[in-house]
């Protein structure tokens, strides 16, 4: 890339290829049963000379579920987190191989998807929900595997961490917005680059005073009007905490400073992020709603997956709005910048103290209003880390327990304060 600076290179760099490799890639998938896994699994079974899926893990909830993927893509291996549901593992996959088939290996445990994540393949797709993806991202990273990361926790609370394992180009970004970015990014250089500019749907109460967010309720929160989602992330999207990780996240993926990353409002989620460059053009990137198309450029880089998502009727009409973000009554954004500057532990305890508020509004035992105003208490009070220290999986998992523990002592205080 010509005309950059001495400032190390993004992780995510459209401009270079980790693992150029030709023919078919060997594909592990984690979280299969999730949103992005069970997309990922059709976009590899409509392209099997593109795609060969080796090895799946799940949490084990559904094993079911997994058990048909693994008879569907010849799995080599499945990988449940909970130990505890093996045997009905084991009674699935029976009922779905027949009698003379050799039955996939089987890992269980924590640690079984940092296991797969490591072994012998092109491309990982991180796609697990939440901090317990960081072991596998930096397992997968540490194997020298093309990284496509669907789990922005991961980058948001080690990302030092990987930004010391990570080789330029080896992490292709999954989230809509982030391969958004990436692609426009191809456009130019760093050095052109003015600011990178994330959508927001708005998720299900844009326009609504932080006063009219009081009463909200679970079901109000999970009636996103663009996206279907799993129930936390759902919530982050109402809240807006999801783009504000997302504004974390493309500070570590592109190496661009916080004050040139901007927010916008876009509620019919047709442009999915846009980076203006300095001669004032800007690349917004488009398509309908559909995960299928961020999942193929995480797969397929830098090759296109023909037919990967839908494409837009241009023979319709439409109108595409955009609204400035409403930063008293969604103070998320506002607090990741905080948080990210910050850096250190403090992006984990943010992280891990809004999943435990989340929890506690999916269980009736804490206001919608009350997940900010806990998650930013959980911040303060755990203050400024020490800049000369360096960040380790320890400080991490430390820091996480610490917000866990103290965001559950002041949700159970606010949920008695508001009566919840």
Same mark, same amino acid.
């Given at each position: 890339?010509?005309?950059?600076?001495?400032?190390?290179?993004?992780?995510?760099?459209?401009?270079?290829?980790?693992?150029?490799?030709?023919?078919?890639?060997? %594909?592990? %998938?984690?979280?299969?049963?999730?949103?992005?896994? &069970?997309?990922?699994?059709?976009?590899?079974?409509?392209?099997?000379?593109?795609?060969?899926?080796?090895?799946?893990?799940?949490?084990?909830?559904?094993?079911?579920?997994?058990?048909?993927?693994?008879?569907?893509?010849?799995?080599?291996?499945?990988?449940?987190?909970?130990?505890?549901?093996?045997?009905?593992?084991?009674?699935?996959?029976?009922?779905?191989?027949?009698?003379?088939?050799?039955?996939?290996?089987?890992?269980?445990?924590?640690?079984?998807?940092?296991?797969?994540?490591?072994?012998?393949?092109?491309?990982?797709?991180?796609?697990?929900?939440?901090? %317990?993806?960081?072991?596998?991202?930096?397992?997968?990273?540490?194997?020298?595997?093309?990284?496509?990361?669907?789990?922005?926790?991961?980058?948001?609370?080690?990302?030092?961490?990987?930004?010391?394992?990570?080789?330029?180009?080896?992490?292709?970004?999954?989230?809509?917005?982030?391969?958004?970015?990436?692609?426009?990014?191809?456009?130019?250089?760093?050095?052109?680059?003015?600011?990178?500019?994330?959508?927001?749907?708005?998720?299900?109460?844009?326009?609504?005073?932080?006063?009219?967010?009081?009463?909200?309720?679970?079901?109000?929160?999970?009636?996103h009007p663009t996206w279907a989602m799993g129930p936390v992330i759902t919530v982050n999207s109402a809240t807006?905490?999801?783009?504000?990780?997302?504004?974390?996240?493309?500070?570590?993926?592109?190496?661009?400073?916080?004050?040139?990353?901007?927010?916008?409002?876009?509620?019919?989620?047709?442009?999915?992020?846009?980076?203006?460059?300095?001669?004032?053009?800007?690349?917004?990137?488009?398509?309908?709603?559909?995960?299928?198309?961020?999942?193929?450029?995480?797969?397929?880089?830098?090759?296109?997956?023909?037919?990967?998502?839908?494409?837009?009727?241009?023979?319709?009409?439409?109108?595409?709005?955009?609204?400035?973000?409403?930063?008293?009554?969604?103070?998320?954004?506002?607090?990741?910048?905080?948080?990210?500057?910050?850096?250190?532990?403090?992006?984990?305890?943010?992280?891990?103290?809004?999943?435990?508020?989340?929890?506690?509004?999916?269980?009736?035992?804490?206001?919608?209003?009350?997940?900010?105003?806990?998650?930013?208490?959980?911040?303060?009070?755990?203050?400024?880390?020490?800049?000369?220290?360096?960040? &380790?999986?320890?400080?991490?998992?430390?820091?996480?327990?610490?917000?866990?523990?103290?965001?559950?002592?002041?949700?159970?205080?606010?949920?008695?304060?508001?009566?919840?």
């Amino acid at each position: 890339m010509g005309g950059m600076s001495d400032r190390p290179a993004p992780l995510a760099d459209p401009h270079l290829r980790f693992d150029p490799a030709a023919g078919r890639r060997d %594909i592990v %998938i984690l979280g299969s049963t999730g949103s992005i896994g &069970t997309q990922a699994i059709d976009l590899a079974l409509r392209n099997p000379d593109r795609f060969r899926v080796t090895a799946l893990s799940a949490a084990g909830g559904r094993v079911g579920l997994l058990a048909e993927q693994a008879r569907l893509l010849r799995v080599k291996t499945v990988a449940v987190a909970r130990e505890d549901v093996v045997p009905a593992l084991k009674e699935a996959l029976n009922a779905q191989y027949g009698a003379s088939e050799p039955l996939p290996e089987i890992l269980a445990g924590p640690e079984a998807a940092t296991e797969l994540a490591a072994s012998e393949c092109h491309t990982v797709l991180n796609g697990i929900t939440g901090s %317990i993806g960081l072991a596998p991202t930096l397992a997968a990273l540490r194997a020298g595997r093309t990284l496509a990361l669907a789990n922005k926790e991961s980058l948001i609370v080690g990302g030092p961490l990987v930004k010391a394992l990570a080789k330029p180009g080896q992490i292709i970004p999954v989230d809509s917005e982030h391969a958004a970015l990436f692609q426009a990014l191809a456009a130019g250089t760093r050095a052109d680059v003015r600011k990178l500019v994330v959508t927001a749907s708005g998720g299900p109460f844009r326009g609504r005073t932080r006063a009219e967010l009081a009463g909200v309720t679970v079901k109000d929160a999970l009636a996103h009007p663009t996206w279907a989602m799993g129930p936390v992330i759902t919530v982050n999207s109402a809240t807006l905490v999801n783009k504000g990780l997302e504004v974390i996240e493309a500070h570590l993926l592109y190496d661009i400073p916080f004050e040139q990353i901007e927010v916008v409002v876009h509620p019919q989620s047709y442009v999915h992020s846009m980076v203006e460059f300095t001669d004032g053009s800007t690349l917004a990137q488009a398509t309908p709603p559909d995960m299928r198309g961020p999942i193929a450029i995480g797969l397929g880089w830098p090759e296109r997956i023909p037919d990967a998502a839908p494409a837009f009727d241009w023979t319709k009409a439409s109108t595409w709005e955009f609204f400035p973000l409403d930063t008293e009554a969604f103070p998320s954004v506002g607090l990741a910048r905080h948080v990210g500057t910050l850096g250190g532990t403090v992006p984990a305890v943010f992280n891990a103290a809004n999943e435990e508020c989340v929890e506690a509004f999916l269980a009736g035992r804490l206001p919608f209003t009350a997940i900010m105003d806990t998650v930013s208490a959980v911040v303060d009070e755990h203050g400024t880390p020490d800049a000369g220290t360096s960040l &380790t999986v320890a400080d991490v998992l430390e820091a996480e327990t610490w917000a866990r523990a103290r965001a559950q002592e002041m949700a159970a205080r606010a949920a008695v304060e508001a009566g919840a």
